[in-house]
């Protein structure tokens, strides 16, 4: 016999706790992002090119957040929950990264087309002479999403709110033992 459903939470519940997951979202890609674009920047200021992106970081983060909590609602890469967590972690990361990638490519095409460019000339911007920075961007992307999903799947083993409680508050709540006595 299966087990009941949980009963979901309320809908102000549920879209707090969605703004939440975004706002922590966008802030750690807008760490990543910025950090990147400022090694950019130091890079091209070597050339006598001054350059900085910092309004570019924060809606790039807002749109990614938002590509991966649609991506959630989805259910992009659900995985077997009894895999060892570096599987669901690696098949989440590709399948967002994927995604992302996708989005991203028809965003750049919206763009084009409001900036009035065409198909083709759009696409070249993402390939052509930039495919290098677009595959670093790439890899970079996928080296961010590894440790997001890392914790998305430890947070999901651990039960609700276990690992965020044992990240900002005592760290040993969870524990079998009393205070004051040997951890194993």
């Known amino acids: 016999m299966k087990p009941a459903p949980a009963a979901k939470p309320p809908w102000r519940r549920r879209l707090l706790d969605e703004a939440k997951e975004i706002g922590v979202l966008t802030g750690y890609l807008f760490v990543t992002i910025a950090a990147v674009n400022v090694m950019k920047a130091a890079v091209l200021h070597d050339h006598g090119i001054h350059a900085a992106y910092w309004g570019v970081a924060i809606v790039k983060a807002a749109l990614l957040a938002k590509f991966v909590m649609l991506g959630k609602a989805l259910k992009v890469g659900e995985h077997n929950a009894t895999d060892p967590l570096i599987w669901p972690t690696l098949h989440k990361a590709f399948a967002f990264l994927v995604l992302l990638v996708v ?36 890899l970079l992307l996928l080296l961010v999403l590894i440790p997001y999903f890392a914790f998305q799947v430890l947070a999901e083993a651990l039960g609700e709110k276990r690992l965020v409680r044992m990240f900002l508050s005592d760290r040993h709540a969870f524990d079998d033992k009393k205070p004051g006595e040997p951890r194993a």
């Open 103 to 138: 989005l991203t490519g028809l965003e750049e095409l919206v763009k084009g087309w409001i900036e009035d460019r065409s198909f083709t000339e759009s696409l070249a911007r993402m390939t052509g002479h930039r495919l290098t920075e677009t595959l670093a961007d790439i």
